[in-house]
């Protein structure tokens, strides 16, 4: 049972590069998540989505762009990215009935030169 | 926002209980209380949850006191394995799908 999926775990990018964060899930969640991480602190929401088509803006959106096309599926792309995104990415998913838990992936650290 | 305040830090000796502290003054009536593990180098983890009762399972058990502005997070038996930043979260009801957000969270140590 593969749970969330991130891809690639590891990646190193030039100023003003684009690329594109794969978050897969096989458990059939409604809902997903993209944060991230710096260093000594606790996670930040980009951007979230609701099903499959839908996305919204999260607690530090600026510089990410997100899509939803698959339910199993939540992209994350950064069009030309800075230095200060240089972070660790976590995608995460969750049920849609009560209040279940969210289920993260391990992460993608990304530094931006 | 609501917003949940823990200790830095925190030692525990291996084999014996811990009990990690959470405060929440600002809770609202139906904000659920969760707490979620982050190993090194992996993703948070799913602990526990709960809204007004005590509530147990296999990794551990969550103590909400009375009047909710307080929970505490019970490890019955620490092991190595144990040593994580844990994050106290409220769940807010007023949120779109459920946000979670983290603060800095409370570092285990569990000294063998």
């Known amino acids: 049972n593969a749970g969330v999926t991130q891809t690639p775990k590891f990646r190193v990018l030039k100023t003003g590069q684009s690329m594109t964060l794969l978050c897969a899930q096989d458990?059939?969640?409604?809902?997903m998540y993209w944060y991230r991480q710096d260093p000594g602190m606790g996670l930040r929401l980009i951007h979230y989505?609701?099903?499959?088509?839908?996305?919204a803006k999260g607690e530090v959106p600026d510089g990410y762009n997100v899509s939803r096309l698959k339910k199993q599926n939540f992209l994350l792309g950064l069009e030309s990215a800075a230095p200060s995104q240089t972070s660790v990415y976590f995608c995460?998913?969750?049920?849609?009935?009560?209040?279940?838990?969210?289920?993260f992936g391990d992460g993608t650290r990304l530094s931006i030169l | 926002d609501a917003k949940t305040t823990q200790p830095n830090s925190m030692e525990s000796n291996e084999e014996e209980p811990v009990h990690l502290p959470c405060n929440h003054s600002?809770?609202?009536?139906?904000?659920?209380i969760h707490w979620y593990r982050q190993l090194p180098s992996q993703g948070p983890e799913y602990v526990i949850h709960?809204?007004?009762s005590n509530v147990n399972n296999r990794m551990a058990s969550l103590a909400i006191a009375e009047d909710r502005k307080s929970s505490t997070l019970i490890l019955h038996r620490a092991t190595l394995r144990d040593a994580a930043v844990y994050y106290c979260?409220?769940?807010?009801?007023?949120?779109?799908?459920?946000?979670?957000?983290f603060g800095s969270g409370t570092q285990l140590t569990v000294l063998p």
């Open positions: 709960g809204l007004t």
């Open positions: 458990m059939n969640h409604e809902y």
């Open positions: 995460a998913s969750r049920g849609i009935r009560g209040n279940q838990p969210q289920h």
């Open positions: 989505s609701v099903g499959e088509g839908t996305t």
């Open positions: 979260i409220l769940s807010i009801s007023s949120g779109s799908a459920r946000q979670l957000t």
């Open positions: 600002t809770i609202s009536g139906t904000d659920y």
